[in-house]
């Protein structure tokens, strides 16, 4: 199910380049959240998210380049599940982005998932 959000883009890296014979073109996005507690647990403040953009990653990092951070996007994707360690773990994959405000203020978003 496609889902978009307005986050807070905190910095972002980029690679694109071949290795081991195949092309990458990888683009990760750093994303405040607030942090949530469970009726266990207590919890408060804010983390930094990695999110990861399939494919494009070079044409959202030019986008991203030379622009003041934080910054304000909106962000289209989609929960995936990929395995780790042979367990199934959820992740929120963006599909794409846009910009909204070059500089923002610090308002962390609201887990994607």
């Known amino acids: 199910m496609q889902m978009q959000s307005i986050v807070t883009v ?3 890296s ?3 380049g071949t290795v081991d014979g195949t092309h990458h073109n990888n683009l990760n996005i ?3 959240e607030k942090i949530k507690g469970s009726q266990t647990t207590q919890t408060g403040g804010n983390r930094t998210v990695e999110y990861k ?3 494009n990653g070079s044409r959202y990092a030019a986008m991203l380049a030379n622009k003041d951070f934080p910054m304000q996007v909106r962000i289209y994707g989609e929960m995936q599940s990929r395995l780790d360690n042979g ?3 959820a992740e929120f994959v963006v599909d794409s982005l846009e910009l909204i405000h070059e500089t923002a203020a610090k308002k962390p ?3 994607a998932a």
């Open 87 to 89: 367990k199934s773990v």
């Open 53 to 55: 953009i399939k494919g």
């Open 10 to 12: 905190e910095g972002f």
């Open 109 to 111: 978003a609201e887990k």
């Open 14 to 16: 980029a690679f694109e």
């Open 30 to 32: 750093y994303v405040l």
